[in-house]
């Protein structure tokens, strides 16, 4: 048998974007993709791009090990998919008892879910909890010239494909980071925000989003929610408003993940407002 020679790396490029830069299966949201070939190389050896395919190493494993294969056909049906490149991603929370949003060092729950604010009709976060253990992220970012950034309906996210914004994501935790810019920050702001020693981190770029699943039903959100007079900075210890009339920012700070606000009021009313 000869020995293997390496994919060439147009022909990898190739067939990674023709997946549309994500595993083949269309019921898969994996990114990361071996490219597997359809026509085994001990039997042709051969690259034919033809007959090979970008699918996840989970996929990929299913294919040769699962107990439910993934078969050639279904390998072909995947290829001959058209499509174009992604701007939509997924994060799945595992179920947990008492599932709770973490902001900053205070966790908020509600037995359907809550809205936590709506700083504007495109500039809000929510989230809802289906059968009491199914935590489901709502939100929405925009500029400050209302030009939306990123949308999350049921932890579906939508990302607008910008070469200013910076989308780096694996599984259970995404992270969005835009440059310092007056179009995604009002400088007011940045000035606040330092005087008040808010840990926000600001250099040379902005963390518009994080999110991450830190245990079963427990979700941490990080990130900037801004309006030209008005802004919301949520870190890793302190929710903050911050408004341009106002000397100090709103924080709020708590004691972790067991410091829990229990929203009993409607799902549709924010629990925190700015003016």
């Known amino acids: 048998m000869a020995k293997r020679k390496s994919v060439p790396i147009k022909i990898k490029r190739q067939i990674i974007k023709e997946a549309g830069n994500k595993c083949a299966n269309p019921g898969c949201n994996n990114y990361r993709t071996h490219l597997h070939h359809i026509k085994e190389w001990a039997t042709?050896?051969?690259?034919d791009k033809d007959f090979m395919i970008a699918i996840c190493p989970s996929?990929?494993?299913a294919v040769h090990y699962g107990n439910l294969k993934i078969d050639d056909e279904t390998l072909?049906?995947?290829k001959k998919i058209k499509r174009k490149p992604t701007n939509r991603d997924h994060i799945y929370v595992e179920p947990g008892e008492n599932p709770k949003l973490l902001?900053?060092?205070i966790a908020l729950t509600g037995k359907k879910g809550l809205k936590v604010f709506k700083l504007a009709p495109h500039n809000e976060l929510s989230f809802r909890l289906i059968d009491k253990e199914i935590f489901l992220v709502n939100l929405e970012i925009t500029t400050l010239t209302e030009r939306k950034l990123l949308k999350v309906v049921d932890n579906h996210i939508k990302y607008f494909i910008d070469d200013k914004i910076e989308y780096l994501n694996r599984p259970g935790k995404i992270s969005i980071f835009a440059p310092l810019n007056p179009n995604f920050i009002p400088l007011w702001a940045i000035y606040k925000i330092k005087k008040s020693g808010i840990n926000y981190g600001i250099k040379n770029k902005l963390l518009l989003l994080d999110i991450e699943v830190l245990e079963p039903g427990l979700v941490r959100i990080q990130g900037l929610w801004a309006e030209k007079d008005k802004i919301i900075v949520i870190t890793d210890e302190l929710l903050s408003f911050i408004n341009s009339n106002r000397v100090e920012p709103f924080i709020i700070a708590?004691?972790?993940?067991d410091a829990v606000l229990d929203w009993h009021g409607p799902i549709d009313k924010s629990i925190f407002r700015i003016k």
């Open 254 to 257: 708590g004691a972790g993940k």
């Open 76 to 78: 072909l049906r995947w």
């Open 103 to 105: 902001l900053g060092s």
């Open 59 to 61: 996929c990929h494993d």
């Open 44 to 47: 042709y050896e051969t690259h």
